[in-house]
């Protein structure tokens, strides 16, 4: 099913459904070998101020251009929309990539988006012809604005980043899958366990978007693993179709022929 | 003439372009990203001379997620 199972996204045609963020692993070689080993075919990455003693930026660049994967620039730290659009040129010119992951940080404690801020900032960066990929909280309302404004990807949190409190609301992903079933829905953030990721992916979700669960693993490959067959399992698991819950329980073996010793209850 | 990289200053010769400047702070021009004044210059601009208290900064790929 993995060769068939393809899905476009960005305008890109892709074979994996997991993308992985590169922050936070124990080593660069570690991340190298957790990246390849989960099958990831999109990375994400941040712009910072390079530092021309340390070249820490070249550095990494190195580690991460050699994997041949697409890559997807964040715009974390950004806190106007002048800052969003200066670092998405930025990338632009650097990844040579329209994409960008609109990330716009509106509370401390939580690292809730500002779905304001996301809106203008999103509005801004489709009019100079970027693939904006927003991350937002799970609102049907800003899914709506973002969505008629020309953003085709979603990508709701499941909780906090770097939480690992997995889905914290299912009914509002399953809003806005059968809202919008054009759009390529990912779960970005809140992911802490193969199982979490898996659901997201039962609930129909295009894809998951994680970094801290794999990175802070105690074996970061090992993990990587596990998320990859989880993500696969979750999409067989929609594609195939899951049973709708009941309320009490049923019987799986079936009635007609019970042994001789039921016969008289009949 | 002095100006502004990342916030501290540096005294720089009159007249240097955004390419020398990266060229003297040994910096890949492939792997940078270049704003003066918190507005992008582009790569093909970078023939462009900078000014006595310009601010400049230069971004290059970290982790992120």
Redo the contacts between chains.
């Keep these: 099913m993995e060769d068939v199972d393809t899905w476009t996204v960005g305008g890109r045609t892709l074979h994996s459904r997991l993308l992985i ?5 124990p080593s660069p070689a570690n ?1 190298r070998e957790a990246i390849q080993a989960c099958g990831a075919e999109v990375i ?9 003693r340390e ?4 550095a ?2 190195s580690y ?1 251009r050699d994997l041949g994967l697409h890559v997807l ?2 715009t ?1 730290g950004c806190e106007s929309v ?2 969003v659009l ?2 998405a ?3 632009r ?3 040579e990539t329209d994409w960008l992951k609109l990330e716009v940080i509106g509370d401390d404690e939580t690292l809730q988006p500002d779905p304001f801020l996301l809106v203008r900032a999103a509005e801004a960066l489709l009019a100079e012809g970027f693939v904006v990929w927003p991350y937002m909280t799970d609102d049907v309302v800003l899914a709506e604005r973002l969505v008629a404004l020309g953003c085709d990807v979603l990508m709701p949190w499941g909780a906090p ?2 939480s690992g409190q997995g889905i914290r609301d299912e009914a509002r992903l399953r809003r806005l899958r059968q809202r919008f079933p054009a759009a390529a829905l990912l779960v970005d953030a809140g992911i802490g366990a193969p199982s979490h990721a898996a659901r997201a992916m039962e609930l129909g979700c295009d894809g998951v978007l994680l ?2 669960a794999i990175a802070r693993a105690a074996d970061p490959v090992g993990m990587a693993v596990a998320f990859r067959d989880a993500v696969r399992a979750g999409r067989r698991g929609w594609l195939a179709g899951l049973m709708a819950p009941l309320e009490r329980g049923e019987a799986s073996s079936p009635m007609v022929g019970l042994p001789f010793w039921h016969q008289e209850e009949r | 003439m002095r100006v502004l990289i990342h916030d501290e200053e540096h005294e720089v010769p009159e007249g240097i372009t955004i390419g020398q400047l990266l060229r003297r702070l040994d910096l890949d021009q492939a792997v940078c990203a270049v704003a003066v004044n918190a507005e992008h210059v582009p790569r093909q601009q970078h023939d462009r001379a900078l000014r006595a208290d310009d601010r400049v900064d230069i971004l290059a790929p970290m982790a992120g997620g």
């Design positions: 963020g590169s922050a936070r692993y991340m994400t990455v941040s712009l910072r101020r390079e530092n021309p070249r820490a930026g070249q990494f660049w991460v620039p964040n974390a002048e800052e200066t670092v040129r930025m990338a010119e650097i990844f980043i770097g970094n801290t």
